[in-house]
């Protein structure tokens, strides 16, 4: 009987061996890519888990966009200019008004606003690099000017620039419009059971013009039973923002709109208990509370919701 040496033994199960180590490393390198998330998010739906697979937009912006946690309430007014530097103290628990002069220092520099907050968080170094090897000043292609070891500063600097919007963002009626019903779990005035309220309640009365609190594109100009007229806009970087329940839109997809921009006409169609407008802040696909950001004191009022 032919006796079968511990070596020819090894070479007979390596093919095996190859065979596994390569389909791991082939779903370790798919798990990480938008089909993969796509996957992971629907396999979380029908099982009723929660998926950690990032939003899908968030693999085509500069670095990894993951919903932040929530800032800490403002002691006063936000002024523009200051806005990423609040972003950014957000992301490093630090000060903004100690961060706001550095920022300023670093854009002077290095040239761009982008560029000094890459510098923050990565090393000013790291940023000359990504300056001189990037095709434009922009995060998205600084970002991709560093080694894949930088990933980890990237994204913390991309979640800076994400919040530091945020903060940016204006508001889409009048100072003057009181809120209604505020964001969080609450009991729906309609449906009667305790879910999440992913925005806030303003009291517009029909008619009132809504106007884009920023820059961006439509992504949703349409209509459904449960939201009415609702009007989607992508403000880059993880930020979109929602209104709801207005009575005409204005623009359609696609559109290219401006800060300001008279958008949509307020009102009450969807499911709602009368005239309002439902704004909605979403960063990185995760509901915010918008008053996390804004720069004045709200004013309460009971009223329509939805």
């Not at 912006?61 to 200019?81: H, I, K, S, W």
């Not at 963002?169 to 019903?181: M, Y």
């Not at 209104?243 to 005409?248: E, I, L, M, V």
Request: proline share 8%.
């Amino acid at each position: 009987m032919k006796e079968t040496s511990p070596v020819l033994e090894m070479k007979e199960k390596l093919p095996l061996l190859e065979l596994f180590l390569s389909a791991l490393c082939l779903w370790a390198a798919w798990y990480h890519t938008p089909a993969g998330a796509l996957v992971r998010t629907a396999g979380a739906f029908i099982f009723s888990t929660r998926s950690t697979a990032r939003p899908l937009l968030a693999y085509f912006g500069a670095g990894t966009l993951v919903p932040p946690r929530p800032p800490p309430p403002l002691a006063g007014p936000v002024p523009p200019a200051q806005a990423l530097a609040f972003g950014a103290a957000s992301v490093l628990n630090g000060s903004a008004l100690e961060i706001e002069p550095r920022l300023r220092a670093l854009s002077q520099r290095l040239g761009s606003d982008d560029a000094a907050l890459l510098a923050i968080f990565c090393g000013e170094d790291a940023a000359r690099f990504a300056v001189d090897e990037a095709r434009s000043m922009a995060l998205d292609d600084l970002a991709r000017a560093l080694p894949p070891r930088s990933e980890a500063c990237v994204a913390r600097a991309a979640q800076a620039a994400m919040l530091g919007g945020a903060y940016a963002l204006g508001w889409p009626l009048p100072e003057t419009v009181k809120i209604t019903s505020l964001f969080g779990v609450r009991e729906h005035p309609i449906l009667g059971r305790r879910r999440l309220h992913a925005g806030i309640d303003l009291g517009a009365s029909p008619g009132m013009p809504v106007r884009a609190v920023g820059a961006g594109v439509v992504r949703r100009a349409s209509s459904d039973g449960i939201n009415g007229r609702i009007l989607v806009l992508d403000h880059g970087r993880g930020i979109v923002t929602t209104y709801c329940h207005n009575d005409a839109l204005l623009v359609r997809d696609g559109q290219r709109v401006e800060r300001g921009q008279i958008v949509a006409r307020s009102g009450s169609s969807g499911l709602t208990t009368g005239p309002h407008l439902h704004y909605q802040i979403d960063l990185a696909g995760e509901p915010v509370d918008p008053l996390r950001f804004r720069a004045h004191a709200p004013k309460f009022a009971a009223g329509a919701s939805d």
